[in-house]
């Protein structure tokens, strides 16, 4: 009996799912450039070929990979749009993004290590940039509303201070202690906003 194409569907985002954690593992391991579309196919035991038919080569692949992880911090935004007080979305945001650094860490690890890459950067091009502007203009949103006497320098801050803490906690998940830095930091915003919790 043939699949259904919802069936067929499903099929297509397992393969193109496991290409790209091959991939993300293989760019991780011997660097974006170094690293052949033979080689991911190999990798995950297909044809060439039929990678291909997923993804039209290496550069598309990596751009699927960091759209992924867009996917992420679109989540974590998300969960701070439930809330309507300004500090609490601040708050919400922050929590957010740990929780799901945590429940994707192997995934944010390495692709921590890919972004720091000459060739991937090279690729990612002017992408990199609208993603960086699109998360800090979120956040410029988030803390003028929230009355930061300078949103837009507030806003570099945050975005550095939580990608920074997800860092940290990727590289050492056992001795960094996430959940205490992250107490910290809103404690910190609600005090430097003038409301505690």
């Known amino acids: ?11 297509k985002a397992r393969t193109r799912a496991r290409v790209m954690e091959h991939a993300l593992k293989l760019f991780s391991l011997h660097g ?24 039209k ?3 598309h692949l990596l751009r699927a990979i960091f759209e992924q992880s867009m996917a992420d911090v679109q989540a974590s935004f998300s969960l701070a ?11 919400a945001l922050i929590r957010g993004a740990a929780s799901i650094v945590t429940g994707h860490r192997r995934f944010w690890k390495l692709s921590y290590g890919v972004r720091m890459q000459q060739g991937a950067l090279k690729a990612l091009g002017p992408r990199l940039s609208s993603w960086t502007r699109t998360i800090e203009s979120t956040l ?10 300078h949103p837009r320098l507030e806003a570099a801050i945050l975005f550095a201070t939580i990608d920074g803490m997800s860092q940290h906690y990727v590289l050492d998940p056992e ?15 609600r005090q430097r906003l003038g409301r505690k919790k």
């Open 175 to 189: 001795n960094y202690p996430l959940t205490d830095v992250v107490d910290a930091v809103v404690q910190q915003y």
């Open 81 to 91: 749009q439930q809330s309507e007080d300004p500090l609490d979305r601040i708050e």
């Open 140 to 149: 410029h949103g988030y803390l003028k509303q929230a009355g930061a006497r």
């Open 1 to 11: 009996m043939p699949r259904t194409a919802a069936a067929n569907e499903a099929v």
């Open 57 to 59: 080569g290496k550069e």
């Open 32 to 55: 974006y450039d170094a690293t052949s579309v033979k080689m991911i196919a190999d990798s995950c035991g297909m044809a060439q070929g039929l990678l291909y038919r997923h993804f």
